[in-house]
């Protein structure tokens, strides 16, 4: 049954299936995607294969966290030049939460070379505002001519951007305040389901402690020892016990 979920879950997402009857479900197929991660490797090769059109989204994406639908319908109005504000459609109870991202350099260099042609930032080659299947369909050709991994999505492109801030030492209310995700998401994101295979986190962590330990004095023992080395006179384990309390 997961393979299935999985199966029609990345069948609608690159636009050849219209619905399907597993996502009001569980949520199966995003039960562990720990390897499905936009690299490099694959933005090159879909860059100088996909139509230019294709390529806002693929910025826009990454650098804003968000999910497909608030994207397409994303006005130039939210975007000032310096950041994008939105209200995302997806949320409890029907309220969206609203959040404010601040754009990268990348980022605002592409948005202020794109023509603004239609009220909304994300459009067709004919200059008209995506719908969402047609907006999956295009993505899921471009997909094929540039050999993405079938199973890889427009939507792990938000996994990837919690991923990457991740990397880049955001740490998690600052990652949720980027990508609109509750605290707990962004927590489940790294620890359950995209972090599984990546290891610069762990030797980050491990710099962070050597830093602090050297900043607070940890490596008192090694100093102690140092001492005896150099003929320095060391206070006998009571002086020690006395000083420490």
Known sequence: MDRAAAKLAVAKDRGKITTNPCEKGARLYGADRSDKLWTDDHVKPFLEKAPKHLHVPLMLAPWTGQRQGDLLALPWS???GQSIR???RKGKKGNGRRVKIPVGAPLKAMLDRTQRVATVILTTSNNTAWTEDGFRASWGKACTKADTPYDLTFHDI??????RLAEAGYEVPEIAT???HSLKDVEAI??????????KLAVSAVAKLERAAAATGTDGEQKLENKVE???TVPDAGMQAGISS
């Open 78 to 80: 939210a975007y000032d």
């Open 86 to 88: 939105l209200r995302q």
């Open 158 to 163: 938000r996994g990837s951007a919690v991923t």
């Open 178 to 180: 980027i990508t609109g």
């Open 190 to 199: 790294l620890d359950a389901h995209y972090l599984g295979r990546i290891t």
């Open 230 to 232: 150099n003929g320095q």
